[in-house]
């Protein structure tokens, strides 16, 4: 990602990371074991996909089961 990278590029990162992590247990224990949206963002960029606080933000709303914990409400798990 440049620092040019829009919001909707950014949004777009943001979906493939969690379609990404969906498929990989290995990823989402990762991100299970995670304290904070910083090292969340760190595994999702030592995984290719580079996006900023500001993108999960803008798209917490539509991605979380509040429901579950934390970023696990991404996944069905």
Partial sequence: MTLSASDA???????SFIAFARG???VRDEI????NQDQVIDIA???GYAF????ILRRWSKHTDFSKDTWMGWFSD
């Fill in 52 to 55: 900023d606080s500001l993108t």
């Fill in 45 to 47: 960029t030592s995984h």
């Fill in 32 to 35: 299970k074991a995670a304290l």
């Fill in 9 to 15: 590029e950014k949004d777009s990162i943001l979906e």
């Fill in 24 to 26: 990989n247990q290995e």
